[in-house]
């Protein structure tokens, strides 16, 4: 079996580490730069930033409708932080555009400001022990979720680690750890697509 081809959105933000922490999960990895790069993909990171500015550099672009349609294919989708916000079917804190794949209400900066990102360890029953290193900088916090939508982690309450079909969310950075255990469980999430074929199971049935 060929390694899983994921690709990162290299618009802005960190995507570099995404890189490293894919690479070491076993994926071979693409920096997505036109949208056209994702015909040849399994899976995609959109990387946390800033989504306002990933927001003006994806306008006059068809990358929406280009993401939407690569998942409609079966491809595998993992957002963290700002990635989780062009995601989210609604957003708060303000209002803004996104691509509305995953049915979470999501309210940015919902942490506070720059001063008040922080770290901690969370458990996380589905990736076992010990706790996962999380790292939350401007962070949006998830007010709701959707009923088809898995809660993985919570943090004060709040989900900070949630899954829908293939798609995987966090509203932290774990590309900031040496941890890797997120980037392995994303690369188990996408099976080869693009050709039509994909798997995901979802609470024990198959997907496609
Ligand atoms: N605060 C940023 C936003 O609203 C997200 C921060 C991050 O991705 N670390 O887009």
Same mark, same amino acid.
């Given at each position: 079996?060929?390694?899983?081809?994921i690709?990162?959105?290299?618009?802005?933000?960190?995507?570099?580490?995404?890189?490293?922490?894919?690479?070491?999960?076993?994926?071979?990895t693409?920096?997505?730069?036109?949208?056209?790069?994702?015909?040849?993909?399994?899976?995609? +990171?959109?990387? /946390?930033? #800033?989504?306002? $500015?990933? %927001?003006?550099?994806?306008?006059?672009?068809?990358?929406?409708?280009? *993401?939407?349609?690569?998942?409609?294919?079966?491809?595998?989708?993992?957002?963290?932080?700002?990635?989780?916000?062009?995601?989210?079917?609604?957003?708060?804190?303000?209002?803004?555009?996104?691509?509305?794949?995953?049915?979470?209400?999501?309210?940015?900066n919902?942490?506070?400001?720059?001063?008040?990102?922080?770290?901690?360890?969370?458990?996380?029953?589905?990736?076992?022990?010990?706790?996962?290193?999380?790292?939350?900088i401007?962070?949006?916090?998830?007010r709701? +979720?959707g009923? /088809?939508? #898995?809660?993985l $982690?919570? %943090?004060?309450?709040?989900?900070?680690?949630?899954?829908?079909?293939? *798609?995987?969310a966090?509203?932290?950075?774990?590309?900031l750890?040496?941890d890797?255990?997120?980037?392995?469980?994303?690369?188990?999430?996408?099976?080869?697509?693009?050709?039509?074929?994909?798997?995901?199971?979802?609470?024990?049935?198959?997907?496609?």
């Open positions: 079996m060929r390694n899983r081809r690709g990162i959105l290299a618009l802005q933000g960190d995507f570099a580490l995404h890189g490293v922490s894919l690479r070491a999960a076993g994926a071979e693409v920096d997505v730069r036109v949208s056209r790069q994702l015909d040849d993909l399994d899976g995609l +990171v959109i990387p /946390g930033g #800033e989504s306002t $500015a990933l %927001l003006k550099l994806m306008e006059g672009t068809d990358f929406f409708e280009a *993401i939407r349609g690569f998942h409609d294919r079966g491809g595998a989708l993992y957002g963290t932080c700002a990635g989780v916000i062009l995601l989210a079917s609604r957003v708060g804190s303000p209002a803004q555009p996104s691509i509305g794949l995953l049915d979470v209400d999501i309210q940015r919902g942490y506070g400001r720059q001063v008040d990102s922080f770290e901690t360890s969370v458990p996380v029953p589905l990736l076992g022990d010990p706790p996962l290193p999380m790292i939350f401007r962070a949006p916090v998830i709701s +979720v009923a /088809g939508v #898995e809660i $982690a919570e %943090l004060r309450g709040r989900p900070v680690m949630v899954r829908s079909g293939r *798609i995987l966090t509203t932290f950075h774990p590309e750890t040496p890797t255990r997120i980037h392995r469980l994303f690369a188990s999430m996408c099976a080869p697509v693009g050709r039509g074929r994909c798997v995901a199971s979802v609470g024990g049935s198959v997907l496609r």
